[in-house]
């Protein structure tokens, strides 16, 4: 078995016939009614994050089986052109991001295409996201050009996620470097009735394999 950590970045966003570009951002003077976008999940991209543990088995020749478990920080962004505050409305120039967070476990089936000094290989596989937590946040910036930013977290994502992921991985020595890509299969929208709305990630991370056991 190897055993390797792994941290990195990259860009989301939602994909799906639920989601939009562009939409109008409510302020709520209540305490118990939550400020909120008309629409929530955007197909623009924004960066996310991430960090987990990688553990992988040779099992013949060339092949190997891989199990990634990561936290991730995920999301999707659309552009805020008006703010409605008591009634009034405002043209601004803004954008509304949507977070989610998942624990994700990844078994993966890998190739080495390439067993050099660098080696190169490429996985496929499944991956099921179980939810943490959600937040929001829109940014904008008003016709004074004064800049705002208003949000915040709680709760959970409506629903887990089960997606479908594709890697390669470059590894020299005991470091490396992981390119994957997850396209979820599961609506995850999680408010009142729509179409469809499913997440899109990539994600590249630079990998340190810590413990080699023959």
Do not use: C
């Not at 405002?90 to 994700?104: A, M, N, P, T, W």
């Amino acid at each position: 078995w190897n055993l390797s950590i792994y941290a990195g970045t990259g860009k989301s966003f939602f994909g799906g016939p639920g989601t939009v570009s562009q939409s109008k951002y409510h302020f709520s003077n209540l305490p118990s009614v939550p400020s909120k976008s008309e629409a929530s999940y955007g197909n623009k991209t924004i960066t996310n994050w991430q960090a987990g543990i990688q553990a992988s088995r040779i099992l013949a020749d060339r092949w190997r089986v891989v199990l990634n478990m990561q936290y991730e920080h995920i999301g999707g962004s659309l552009k805020t052109d008006t703010i409605y505050r008591n009634g009034n409305a405002e043209k601004v120039d803004g954008q509304f991001r949507l977070f989610h967070e998942f624990i994700s476990v990844n078994p993966q089936i890998a190739a080495t295409i390439i067993n050099k000094t660098v080696q190169v290989s490429v996985a496929g596989g499944v991956d099921y996201a179980f939810r943490v937590e959600q937040g929001d946040e829109v940014d904008y910036i008003d016709q004074n050009g004064g800049r705002f930013i208003f949000g915040g977290s709680g709760g959970v994502p409506g629903k887990n996620d089960l997606r479908i992921t594709l890697g390669t991985q470059f590894t020299y020595k005991r470091f490396g470097i992981l390119l994957n890509y997850k396209q979820g299969l599961l609506n995850v929208r999680d408010e009142e009735p729509g179409e469809n709305v499913y997440t899109r990630t990539w994600h590249v991370s630079l990998v340190y394999n810590f413990l080699r056991l023959k």
